[in-house]
T-cell receptor, first 117, second 120 residues
């Protein structure tokens, strides 16, 4: 079953504007972690931000913030003041404890973000 | 460098040939993961190694896929009798032991740049 859902295959945003990338998740584990990674065209996976299930406050990291709504099981990424270099694929991922895969991250299908001048 | 190293970065092969992909994790990282990323898709978990424990291979897509890891060092992913649907980027990631997880991102995976496999 799909555990991470990213419903926006592609998004456009104008430079200097803010953009929200959606992510919903499904788990019955009370302890989990949510990650956002950026994948530029070069292919490397760059860690952006993390939110733990027990964290009371929304995570922030520079221009990135995570809008964590636990009851709705959503963890949307907000990028403020978009820059041209933000154009990339963005993946939401969840860490659970799974006896087969340890603490593997389950990834969504990603959102392609294009920042326009 | 000190990051996860993967080789080859690009591999073009003919259908039916065997290929071997290599991953050198960050020193001290006890866990190692292989993921597959088909064009325009998300990351598909393949296999996980933790220390000297036997890996669970249930995520491997077929018995043509196998992986090995020597202790807590290099891992190789082998694909036998490659098929065109095996074309993808194969990403390796490593993770430090839980005792040293970063407070800001416990369980963060550190990825290599991937091996792009094209099966003709």
């Amino acid at each position: 079953a799909q555990k991470i859902t990213q419903t926006q295959p592609g998004m456009f945003v104008q430079e200097k504007e803010a953009v929200t990338l959606d992510c919903t998740y499904d788990t019955s584990d009370p302890s989990y972690g949510l990650f956002w990674y950026k994948q530029p065209s070069s292919g490397e996976m760059i860690f952006l931000i993390y939110q733990g299930s027990y964290d009371q406050q929304n995570a922030t990291e520079g221009r990135y913030s995570l809008n964590f709504q636990k009851a709705r099981k959503s963890a949307n990424l907000v990028i403020s003041a978009s820059q041209l270099g933000d154009s990339a694929m963005y993946f939401c991922a969840m860490r659970e404890v799974d006896s087969n895969s340890g603490y593997a991250l389950n990834f969504g299908k990603g959102t392609s973000l294009l920042v326009t001048p | 460098g000190a990051g996860v190293s993967q080789s080859p970065s690009n591999k073009v092969t003919e259908k039916g040939k065997d290929v071997e992909l290599r991953c050198d994790p960050i020193s001290g990282h006890t866990a190692l993961y292989w993921y597959r990323q088909r064009l325009g898709q998300g990351l598909e978990f393949l296999i996980y190694f933790q220390g000297n424990s036997a890996p669970d291979k249930s995520g491997l897509p077929s018995d043509r896929f196998s992986a090995e890891r020597t202790g807590e060092s290099v891992s190789t992913l082998t694909i036998q009798r490659t098929q065109q649907e095996d074309s993808a980027v194969y990403l390796c990631a490593s993770r430090p032991p839980a005792s040293v997880w970063l407070a800001g991102a416990p369980g963060e995976l550190f990825f290599g740049e991937g091996s792009r496999l094209t099966v003709l």
